[in-house]
């Protein structure tokens, strides 16, 4: 074998050993953390968001905020993630920075509808969906709202069924949107 052709096993050997680092260092392989201790844990960040925003105190608000993100990531629920995107937009609205929050809230919701998606939850993809109509995301509201029909239709649930056709009609009309909560 030519050295020329080493090249990119040994990279690709690298990169490997790389990745199975980086996942020992974020702590996904081994240790495992009760989940109950990861959510009351995740509560307490977002409690701690409101006091610092009641104060006016941007800074600790963005400090708890990240924790509790980091959290939300940690506990595979889509309720996190949509209340870890709903307290990013209040901290913008908080610095009067409300147009700059809405990207890293549109992933969250993002990431929380991927995660309804796989936990089969109606709800959350409800939630998402209002989410995306907040932020005047009317094709990601179409998606949400789609995939919560879907869901809805295959659990079988009347009642989950008619929760999304009272959601559509209220997110489509355009009512709510980023600059309606100004």
């Known amino acids: 074998m030519s050295r020329r052709q080493r090249v990119p096993i040994v990279l690709a050997g690298l990169l490997f050993l790389l990745a199975a680092v980086a996942e020992v260092a974020t702590s996904r392989v081994g240790a495992t953390v009760d989940p109950d201790v990861i959510e009351a844990t995740r509560r307490a960040a977002l409690i701690r968001v409101e006091v610092a925003l009641a104060r006016d105190d941007v800074t600790s608000a963005l400090s ?14 889509w309720s996190g993630l949509v209340e870890a995107a709903e307290a990013h937009l209040r901290i913008g609205a908080a610095a009067n920075a409300s147009a700059a929050a809405a990207p890293r809230a549109r992933e969250l919701y993002l990431a929380a509808l991927g995660r309804a998606r796989a936990d089969r939850s109606v709800e959350g993809a409800l939630r998402a969906a209002e989410g995306f109509a907040g932020l005047g ?46």
């Open 137 to 182: 995301d009317h094709a990601a509201t179409r998606l949400a709202l789609r995939l919560a029909a879907s869901l809805a239709a295959r659990s079988g649930d009347g009642a989950a069924a008619s929760r999304v056709e009272i959601a559509r009609a209220r997110l489509l009309d355009g009512r709510t949107d980023l600059a309606s909560r100004t």
């Open 64 to 77: 708890a905020w990240q924790e509790a993100y980091g959290l939300a990531r940690q506990s595979r629920s």
